[in-house]
């Protein structure tokens, strides 16, 4: 009984304004969305990306293919348009697959290679020189990165909203304020004689 009065009288409270109630609810939405939605969306995310990434690596595993090859020639630089992944010089290498003739061709080389140095070539169904395919790491890497990155934005979106929300509570909240006081200060502001 007590509890039930106690709980009525909170409900009832004069000085409790509507604008105090909503942001109280407010509060109780955005913890709930930062603290299960947004882990929530950052897995799913990152699984739905872990299973196509997977998949990609599979299908360039499954049409790439490596040699060992010597390096004929002085790497020469090039420009490298993708990020630097270790292979910013192209060098003629040579290599021979068994029961056929030696191949060569113009093939990416790590930096520091030299002359004679025996190096991995990967190469896809056409023979084109290609980059290695990803491996596990690499996976997992762009798994994570993908599942923080939308967990982080999930999050930015939430207080973003939190931060315009309160700026329009605190607007509403100052003209309530100026209701009441126009009610209220005539009141207390009166001359007496």
């Known amino acids: 009984m007590r509890t039930r009065s106690h709980r009525q009288r909170r409900r009832h409270n004069p000085l409790r304004r509507r604008s105090d109630v909503v942001e109280a609810w407010v509060v109780v939405v955005v913890a709930v969305l930062l603290c299960v939605v947004a882990p929530l969306a950052g897995t799913a995310a990152g699984l739905f990306t872990y299973d196509r990434a997977r998949t990609h690596a599979e299908e360039q595993r499954a049409e790439r293919h490596a040699v060992r090859a010597v390096v004929l020639g002085r790497p020469a630089a ?7 992944r270790g292979h910013g010089y192209r060098a003629e290498v040579r290599w021979t697959e068994p029961g056929r003739r030696p191949h060569t061709a113009v093939a990416d080389v790590p930096a520091g290679t030299r ?4 190096i991995t070539v990967w190469f896809d169904s056409r023979g084109r020189t290609t980059p290695p395919p990803p491996n596990d790491v690499t996976v997992w890497q762009h798994t994570v990165a993908v599942g923080l990155g939308t967990a982080g ?6 207080l973003l909203a939190r931060a315009v929300e309160r700026r329009v509570a605190l607007r509403h909240r100052l003209d309530e304020w ?13 001359r007496r004689a």
């Open 178 to 190: 100026e209701r009441a006081w126009a009610r209220t200060g005539p009141r207390w502001t009166r």
């Open 153 to 158: 934005g999930a999050a930015s979106i939430v």
């Open 115 to 118: 002359a004679g140095d025996t």
């Open 78 to 84: 090039r420009p490298t348009v993708q990020g630097d």
